[in-house]
Structure formats: C-alpha cells, structure tokens
T-cell receptor, first 114, second 116 residues
Framework: DAGITQSPRHKVTETGTPVTLRCHQTENHRYMYWYRQDPGHGLRLIHYSYGVKDTDKGEVSDGYSVSRSKTEDFLLTLESATSSQTSVYFC?????????????FGEGSRLTVL | AQKITQTQPGMFVQEKEAVTLDCTYDTSDPSYGLFWYKQPSSGEMIFLIYQGSYDQQNATEGRYSLNFQKARKSANLVISASQLGDSAMYFCAMRERTGTASKLTFGTGTRLQVTL
C-alpha cells in the first residue's frame, strides 16, 4: 500500500475558524492532489501540486489554499471555514512516470463545519 | 459539459451474475487514460483497472474488464461473477494532461448492490 497519511482524520469546527488538513507521503511521488467528496458529486478536485512550491487550482478551489514546501507534505487550508465545506477530503498521490499514473488515495479526512 | 458521466446512480445484481457499469467521457486530448475505482462502505478508494487511449485491447484485471469503445467515448466496467464483497460505490475517472501536470476527473459514481 502507498504510504499516505492524512491528519486529522476527523474534525469538527465552527464557521469562521481556520482549518488545515495535512497529507504526508513516504513514496516520493511528484504529484499530489486534494479532492472533496460529497453525495451526488463524486470526487471533485480542489488543488493539486506538481512539485515543491508548484501548485494549481482544480474545479472547486474557492475558499481553499494549499502549500507544498517539501515533497512529502501537501497542506490544504480553509482560511475561514463555512458549512458548505463540510465534506470528506481525500489526498492522493501519483507518479506519472510509473505504469498508468493512477492515483493512490489516503484514507480521507471528515470535516464538519457547524 | 460533464467530462465524465455515470448515468446509473444505483444498480442491483444477483450474486454470480455479471454486471456492467456505464461510463461515458468527453475530451479533446488525444492522450488520456480511463480508470475505475471502488469505494466500499469503509470509505477507502481502491484502484481497479486502467485503459489508455492508445491501448488496442480492452483492459482486464481478474473479474474486472473495461469495455472501451473509443468512437463512442465509453469505458464501461464489467464485473463478472459478482460477489457480495463487490457491493460498493464505483467511480469512473479520466486523466487529462494540463501542460505542467495531469489530473483525474471523476464521475458521480454508481452504487452497486449485490444480492443473494
């Protein structure tokens, strides 16, 4: 199994508070992604990274920022959480040069914004 | 326009029967990849099968096969001899290049229930 750790796994917070989710990998994969999963929407890409300090927006990036200062860590920050950001967040990694370039997923982080 | 469309929110299949989960896609990139993932009730995402846009033959992985019809832009997943453990959510996804990287776009999923 790919070494991907997400923290925290569960978090309950209040509207307006900042939240940071961390994704840590031990695979030295170049590409890292943050998705959110909501019923009826499948998984939607928030942000992704193609190297240290290289990031780009996905389809639902509003209200989120990311940082990648080291190959192994990809942080997702909600500057001021809203109830619409209640979701399950998945981190994923990929190394396109290897095989099919499929994504390997973390176990998910469930965030509830009250 | 949806890039990945899964039109079956839910499906039922009897144990030991085969089932086809539909997926259509839309892209102008000549080099793309198609994936299927399984998400059981425990929540993890499990990679099942991959088809490259230039692959001539349909991909197979054990009981899973991907029925790739390029002209129709469809990439249906076929599960043969269904088992109770196949009950899960199934997602189709497409990889496209973005210039500096590539990203996967997912469909909304199909929930499969295998019955006795």
């Amino acid at each position: 199994d790919a070494g991907i750790t997400q923290s925290p796994r569960h978090k309950v917070t209040e509207t307006g508070t900042p939240v940071t989710l961390r994704c840590h990998q031990t695979e030295n994969h170049r590409y890292m992604y943050w998705y959110r999963q909501d019923p009826g929407h499948g998984l939607r890409l928030i942000h992704y990274s193609y190297g240290v300090k290289d990031t780009d927006k996905g389809e639902v990036s509003d209200g989120y920022s990311v940082s990648r200062s080291k190959t192994e860590d990809f942080l997702l920050t909600l500057e001021s959480a809203t109830s619409s950001q209640t979701s399950v967040y998945f981190c994923a990694i990929s190394e396109l040069a290897a095989n099919t370039g499929e994504l390997f997923f973390g176990e998910g982080s469930r965030l509830t914004v009250l | 326009a949806q890039k990945i469309t899964q039109t079956q929110p839910g499906m039922f299949v009897q144990e030991k029967e085969a089932v086809t989960l539909d997926c259509t896609y839309d892209t102008s990139d000549p080099s793309y990849g198609l994936f299927w993932y399984k998400q059981p009730s425990s929540g993890e995402m499990i990679f099942l099968i991959y088809q490259g846009s230039y692959d001539q033959q349909n991909a197979t992985e054990g009981r899973y096969s991907l029925n790739f019809q390029k002209a129709r832009k469809s990439a249906n997943l076929v599960i043969s001899a269904s088992q109770l453990g196949d009950s899960a959510m199934y997602f189709c996804a497409m990889r496209e290049r973005t210039g500096t990287a590539s990203k996967l776009t997912f469909g909304t999923g199909t929930r499969l229930q295998v019955t006795l």
